[in-house]
């Protein structure tokens, strides 16, 4: 809208100086033409913006002027909380909105506190995705942050991992969450509230039934529950390992923080060379030999015996793979350790 286009070029002009008419055009998106004409209609209402000629010239504001019309719309609003997060406003189609929201506020402030203010954004930047990861698609993200404000329920086909794969469901979503680069909607499913992974939504669309969440939900104190669930539902097992220093030093790299933390807690020391024996939590059989095979040589499992005879069928299949097996440098086993 020409109105809010002729106050995001005053608030540029504020925060930023002397600029030429062809950097405000390509700043905000439109001609250097319309850029001129803008620049006209804010003199007419008594701004006092003059011109310098020259090659290093520019339009700037008389000298301690400074507007007070620093009001947010609804849009810009929303997006407080993701004004130094332009990956994820960009995801949830605010990018505009969010840089709006970032020139009024630098705007409101004072001359020392805005240049404090951009001097740390140019020194810290978010980058939320794990590494080895590509960015997940989510298409139906907006559309889902628009149901979430507007309260109102969606028509979801939904993609889970038991049969049937596929189901279908009216969602009323309470909020979004973003961890470590995935979006989820937490939302309710008639009288249950679950959590839905947006990457997994096949198709989406706003239904005309609208809906009130609780009063006595609060969106961080459900996300923190549901993450204790999840790990209580996720570890169904533990397991004995024993550990070379260098495995204790390459854990951290190939299991997740909890495995990591309860091998702490419970290391001991065993034979005289430095392995450490200690109690892990496991998913699966398999999900564990998985993880454990990363660390080669430098690991052995003591217990149970499932989980260790699946280690042994897999380097034995690693083995014929790549040789015979009595050719290959063989690691001492436990009791031979121990008889140290």
Not at 226 to 245: N, Q
């Amino acid at each position: 809208m020409p109105a809010d286009r002729l106050l995001l070029t005053l608030l540029l002009l504020q925060t930023r100086g002397r600029m030429s008419a062809r950097r405000l055009a390509a700043e905000l998106g439109v001609s250097v033409r319309t850029a001129y004409r803008d620049l006209d209609r804010l003199r007419a209402t008594g701004v006092p913006v003059y011109a310098e000629q020259g090659r290093t010239g520019g339009y700037q504001l008389l000298d301690g002027y400074r507007t007070r019309l620093t009001g947010l719309s609804e849009g810009e609003a929303r997006v407080l909380f993701l004004a130094g997060l332009p990956a994820p406003a960009a995801d949830l189609g605010l990018a505009g909105e969010v840089a709006a929201t970032r020139l009024k506020l630098l705007a409101a402030l004072p001359a020392a506190l805005r240049d404090e203010a951009t001097r740390a954004d140019a020194v810290f930047h978010l980058d939320a995705p794990g590494w080895y990861r590509e960015a997940e698609e989510t298409p139906y993200l907006p559309l889902l942050m628009d149901a979430v404000f507007g309260r109102r329920a969606v028509d979801v086909r939904y993609r889970r991992w038991r049969e049937p794969q596929e189901v279908e469901r009216r969602l009323c979503p309470y909020g979004l969450v973003l961890k470590s680069g995935t979006w989820y909607v937490v939302a309710a499913a008639g009288r249950r509230t679950a959590t839905y992974r947006i990457s997994q939504v096949l198709d989406a669309a706003l239904s005309d039934e609208r809906f009130e969440r609780p009063e006595d939900f609060v969106l961080g104190d459900y996300w923190a529950s549901y993450l204790d669930d999840f790990a209580s539902r996720r570890y169904t097992g533990t397991a004995t390992i024993r550990l070379s220093p260098r495995g204790r030093e390459r854990l951290a790299a190939n299991v997740s923080p909890e495995v990591v933390r309860a091998f702490a807690a419970t290391a001991t020391p065993v034979g005289g060379d430095g392995w450490t024996e200690a109690v892990i939590p496991t998913e699966s059989t398999e999900h564990a030999r998985g993880e454990l095979l990363r660390l080669g040589v430098d690991v052995e499992v003591v217990a149970p015996e499932d989980l260790r005879r699946a280690m042994a069928d897999a380097v034995r299949a690693l083995a014929r793979t790549y040789g015979d097996a009595g050719d290959m440098v063989r690691p001492r086993s436990s009791l031979e350790r121990d008889s140290l």
